[in-house]
């Protein structure tokens, strides 16, 4: 069974940057999309940042040219590199393990079936 695990989350203060990992025990198929969601207070949980089993990159409009994800097979970790960032960026940070292998889908929690238990990052103004 696959566990995920988030680090790297913390207080910064705005225009700062924080880079999120999230490793992986057990087998993590490499066909498999990886992801990042976050879910502020009182909000719905909201996609962040995907890459897909094939290399694309998936992004919100909020955070584009600021989030940068990437994927090491090998290590079976995906990071999440933010800079220039926002008090809206406030939230708690999960990444996430594609439902099946070489989908297409990468927008939608239903997309997803394997949760870590996520990380707090906290931007000051």
């Known amino acids: 069974q696959v566990q995920l695990v988030e680090s790297g989350g913390g207080l910064v203060q705005t225009g700062g940057s924080l880079r999120l990992s999230c490793a992986a025990s057990?087998?993590?198929?490499?066909?498999?999309?990886r992801g990042w969601f976050r879910q502020a207070p009182g909000k719905e949980r909201e996609f962040v940042a995907a890459v897909r089993w094939t290399g694309r990159t998936d992004y919100a409009d909020s955070v584009k040219g600021r989030f940068t994800i990437s994927r090491d097979n090998a290590k079976k970790t995906v990071d999440l590199q933010m800079n220039s960032l926002k008090p809206e960026d406030t939230a708690v940070y999960y990444c996430?393990?594609?439902?099946?292998?070489?989908?297409?889908?990468?927008?939608?929690?239903?997309?997803?079936?394997?949760w870590g238990q996520g990380t707090q990052v906290t931007v000051s103004s």
């Open positions: 996430a393990v594609g439902r099946g292998a070489f989908s297409g889908d990468t927008f939608d929690k239903k997309d997803y079936d394997t």
């Open positions: 057990g087998h993590v198929f490499v066909n498999y999309n």
